[in-house]
């Protein structure tokens, strides 16, 4: 059933780095070209947004994306939230609130950053966004549709990945807890967060991402959120059947759909 569009695939930089002449900087394949990682998911008639990196207004626009009826925040870093504001465009063009799901401690985040999009002395929509916040605590129901928030480790961070039926959805994480990896058995598709080959303490890196990956045997993988150390062809060659890298406009559905 859920379907997604991968908007963003790249690390907080972005790719190109700003002042980076390296070979995946200066490349002329447009799958090196990421910004930064997030994703639109199509579930049971939904459009459901996950989180609102940087270049959001850029990433809808690429995509058409004109109606949004639920932001799902993996956590608060300033490359998952660096567009939240472009959210009053969806406000204004739905004439209504949009309900934000996340964890308590990346609600309490965005609470204090973004502090003015919570409160609603002016509710005009469009000249600010006009967000409902709700803190998730297990699955939760958006108009009909479940989803299960997915518990990750980020260094030392707990945020969240997301599971749309037999879609999941994890970004940032370096660490997934046994339970989490219970709540990701039996999917068509697996989304997982894989920096570069080299290790890095707050993310998985390639090799650790594919442990993941064969640990819980979903169909297919996508990687997102790569550096510039690894280009799309290099990466995809470290990669065994059934594990791809996603880029940015990629849509993939599941086999459900
Ligand atoms: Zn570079
Ligand atoms: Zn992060
Ligand atoms: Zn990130």
């Known amino acids: 059933m ?7 695939t790249g690390t907080s930089n972005g790719i190109p780095v700003i002042g980076c002449d ?3 900087c200066r490349s002329t394949d447009p799958r090196d070209r990421r910004s930064r990682t997030s994703a639109l998911v199509r579930y049971g008639g939904l459009s459901l947004l996950i989180d609102t990196a940087t270049e ?7 995509n058409d994306i004109r109606h949004v009826d639920a932001v799902l925040m993996t956590h608060a870093h300033a490359d998952h939230t660096g567009g939240f504001d472009d959210l009053r ?3 204004e063009l739905q004439q209504q609130h949009i309900p934000v799901y996340t964890d308590p401690i990346t609600a309490g985040m965005l609470r204090e950053r973004y502090a003015y999009t919570f409160s609603d002395q002016y509710p005009f929509y ?4 006009d967000l409902i916040l709700h803190e998730i605590a297990g699955p939760f129901d958006i108009l009909g549709q479940t989803v299960v928030p997915i518990p990750v480790l980020h ?3 707990p945020i969240t990945g997301f599971r749309f ?3 999941a959805y994890v970004t940032d994480a370096k660490e997934i807890p046994d339970t989490s990896l219970d709540l990701l058995q039996d999917l068509d598709v697996l989304v997982l967060n894989a920096l570069r080959e080299r290790s890095h303490p707050t993310h998985l890196s390639i090799a650790e991402a594919v442990e993941v990956i064969q640990t819980v045997r979903p169909r297919r993988a996508y990687l ?6 690894t280009s799309h062809a290099e990466a995809e060659t470290l990669l065994p059947a059934g594990i791809e890298v996603a880029w940015d406009g990629l849509t993939v559905a599941t086999k459900s759909t």
């Open 126 to 129: 469009g000249g600010k966004p």
């Open 165 to 167: 039926a037999d879609l």
């Open 56 to 62: 959001l207004r850029a990433q809808a626009l690429a």
């Open 224 to 229: 997102v959120h790569l550096s510039h150390e």
């Open 2 to 8: 859920p379907e997604i569009t991968f908007l963003g």
């Open 155 to 157: 260094g030392r961070l």
């Open 22 to 24: 390296c070979a995946v």
């Open 89 to 91: 465009r969806f406000n």
